[in-house]
């Protein structure tokens, strides 16, 4: 047990400190923004959301990638491998360009239909294109990041966003105030700095595949392999499905939090950057899990991986209470470099967002169950269980409680009175414990073991 855990650590802390740099990223964007206005703010991050509805097409390729790399070099079989790798950059690359397209010319009706509008709607669009421009670049860079950690390499993928951050930070401080010269364009600065720290990071680990100092080695054939791409896309769709559904309700969600007014959405904004940062443990397990989980059925192991599962879920309990302790006990103070003091709704955004804080601080550990069960159950090649069990609990105790207790029920001659957005953020807490529970219950059934990719 001890060398496990010990492997599930050497995998993890990089995978943690790596996103902990792309939160950064996320960070960074929204602290700099956060001196301009609660208006910038709320702006990028309803773009932000917006952007990330597209991501579930970039799953299909990426889980589908991890899943099948971490079976490959767990059977000692470097050369497919390292060709499920090229197909999938080439896959990204077909499914980049017109999620490009799409946000490009469509972003704006996207928003109106989250109740966006006037300065709030030109602003977060303006933002979103500038976002879709380095969509086929992100997407890459992130089916490479995939094969890498499943083929055990999560050190690459951690200096990569490093490099990125660094770059991110320094171009965010010059285009969003217009330092040294350039020129000062707020938000959208954002979007260009982030953009460009994705490019140089993914350039650079370009070269080092290409040069052959990583794990896998990329010998281009430059052809499409239409029977690995298949494979992918098999395990990857149900990822796909799943993730639209995720994006699909967060869209429903963050539509009933945004029609609770801008501060509240601010504050929502303001809360999930600094939860990002929380949950970062509890990623890092999911993508050790997912990499060992994968080698070990890869090795014709099951039961060494329901072990790793196991050892990963005491180890992120243990990382995720410690969280959890730091934002019910520091809220305000988490908060408060996020907010320019002299907004006139500085005081209500720091109240708001601090019981956010409190709020899902109950869940994080329960939070760090579903991110190692999940990733668990993919890495496995299992990506159905977790498109129903998303499919069925973000509807039932996330999106129709908060609809409900947010904006009021009314029997006949009783009403009860809405409780706000607070009651989004008590029904997303309840959401988390009960995703975790069909979790642990799919996990002990062990159909899991015997998936076939």
């Not at 080092?208 to 769709?237: C, D, N, Q, Y």
């Amino acid at each position: 047990m001890e060398d496990l855990r010990k492997r599930l650590w050497t995998l993890a802390w990089p995978a943690i400190t790596g996103n902990i740099s792309q939160t950064l990223l996320n960070l960074v964007d929204m602290l700099m923004v956060g001196h301009v206005s609660a208006l910038a703010v709320a702006s990028v991050g309803l773009g932000g959301q917006v952007s990330w509805f597209m991501m579930p097409i970039m799953m299909a390729v990426s889980i589908g990638t991890l899943a099948l790399v971490a079976r490959f070099v767990g059977a000692r079989n470097f050369e497919d491998a390292e060709l499920v790798l090229e197909q999938s950059l080439y896959l990204a690359v077909l499914l980049g360009i017109p999620v490009l397209l799409f946000g490009w010319f469509f972003g704006d009706d996207v928003l109106r239909i989250m109740g966006a509008k006037g300065e709030l709607l030109s602003l977060a669009y303006s933002y979103l294109k500038v976002v879709f421009l380095f969509y086929p670049v992100r997407f890459v860079a992130f089916s490479f990041n995939s094969a890498l950690r499943g083929a055990g390499d999560t050190k690459t993928p951690m200096k990569l966003g490093i490099l990125m951050n660094i770059i991110n930070a320094v171009l965010d401080y010059l285009l969003i105030y217009g330092k040294l010269g350039f020129p000062k364009l707020g938000p959208v600065g954002a979007a260009w700095a982030s953009g460009i720290g994705i490019s140089i990071s993914f350039l650079t680990g370009g070269y080092l595949l290409l040069s052959g100092r990583l794990v896998l080695t990329l010998h281009p054939r430059w052809r499409l392999e239409f029977e690995m791409a298949k494979r992918i896309l098999r395990i990857g769709i149900p990822a796909l499905v799943e993730r639209s559904l995720f994006s699909f309700y967060n869209f429903l969600y963050m539509s009933i939090v945004t029609r609770f007014g801008d501060v509240a959405l601010a504050a929502h904004q303001i809360g999930l950057r600094v939860e990002s940062i929380a949950y970062m443990p509890a990623f890092g397990f999911n993508v050790a899990s997912s990499a060992l989980v994968g080698q070990s059925l890869g090795e014709g192991n099951p039961e060494k991986a329901e072990r790793t599962v196991y050892e990963a879920l005491k180890m992120v309990t243990a990382f995720m209470a410690f969280m959890a302790f730091i934002l019910i006990a520091f809220p305000r103070y988490l908060v408060m470099p996020f907010l320019n003091p002299g907004d006139p709704n500085y005081s209500e955004v720091l109240g708001l967002a601090s019981v956010y804080l409190i709020i899902v601080g109950i869940s994080e550990i329960p939070l760090g169950w579903v991110f190692v069960l999940s990733g668990s159950l993919r890495g496995a090649g299992d990506t159905k269980s977790p498109m129903y069990v998303t499919a069925v609990s973000k509807l039932l105790f996330r999106i129709i409680p908060a609809y409900l207790l947010g904006f009021g029920i009314t029997f006949g001659s009783l009403h009860i009175h809405g409780m706000g957005v607070i009651a989004a953020w008590l029904a997303m807490s309840l959401e988390t414990f009960t995703s975790a529970a069909m979790f642990w219950w799919i996990f002990r059934r062990g159909s899991w073991k015997r998936v076939k990719v």
